[in-house]
């Protein structure tokens, strides 16, 4: 069985027979963290873009756990630079960890790191598990068309933003479900800033009525199993 723990904003933590992942673990400033986020133990770190609320704790969590970081190449090297183990991918490409398969895919929004260097392009991350139940994690993007294609490969599970201004909307978010066909799909990067609040209720409302889709909207901390 694989559990799919929502942390708050794009911070998911994932457990598999196999290894425990943390994606985009933005922890400290974040206020919808779970307050036992820090002390989850990750075997892989997978980061999604360059920005403080994505690659947020990782550099930590890496140190302390002697993790395996992955991300696109740039954001690995600038990891590795920092004596972090990585394992740096591309858009488009894919490999097979012992938790199962990872690829990159396409998305739509900046990358610059923290303190500037150049963070590569921005990725999502479609990760096909052992047990071949799929999760789609958009990460920050906006719309594009080529969610058909992702959704061509038939996914359990998606999270895709909704907050809006950084990324997606309500109403493109919607139009994403609608390309990606996911079994299940779960909002993300909403409330955690007043510049991204949203409704997410009255949107996973909409997804069950305009599409076959089923919308869950968590509570940070919450689990779904795949
Ligand atoms: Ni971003
Ligand atoms: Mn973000």
């Not at 963290?33 to 989850?40: E, F, H, L, R, T």
């Not at 990159?104 to 963070?119: E, I, Q, V, W």
């Not at 409302?205 to 795949?226: I, K």
């Amino acid at each position: 069985m694989i559990t799919v723990r929502w942390l708050g904003h794009s911070s998911f933590h994932i457990k598999t027979p196999e290894a425990s992942l943390l994606i985009d673990p933005f922890f400290s400033g974040n206020p919808l963290a779970p307050k036992d986020a820090m002390d989850i133990r990750a075997d892989y770190i997978l980061v999604s873009h360059g920005h403080g609320d994505h690659v947020g704790n990782a550099l930590d969590l890496a140190k302390r756990d002697n993790a395996i970081l992955i991300s696109n190449y740039e954001i690995a090297g600038w990891l590795e630079a920092k004596g972090l183990k990585t394992h740096g991918m591309q858009p488009g490409g894919g490999h097979a960890f012992p938790f199962g398969r990872c690829k990159l895919t396409l998305a739509f929004h900046g990358s610059a790191l923290p303190d500037g260097s150049n963070g590569g392009n921005p990725a999502g991350f479609l990760l096909t598990f052992n047990n071949r139940k799929t999760f789609y994690d958009a990460a920050d993007t906006g719309l594009f068309g080529d969610m058909r294609l992702i959704g061509d490969e038939g996914i359990d599970l998606a999270a895709i933003p909704i907050g809006d201004n950084y990324t997606m909307g309500p109403k493109d978010a919607l139009r994403a479900v609608e390309f990606l066909r996911p079994k299940q799909v779960i909002p993300i990067h909403y409330n955690t800033f007043p510049i991204i609040e949203q409704d997410a209720h009255e949107w996973a409302r909409n997804v069950r009525s305009q599409t076959t889709t089923q919308a869950v909207v968590l509570e940070p901390g919450a689990v779904l199993e795949l």
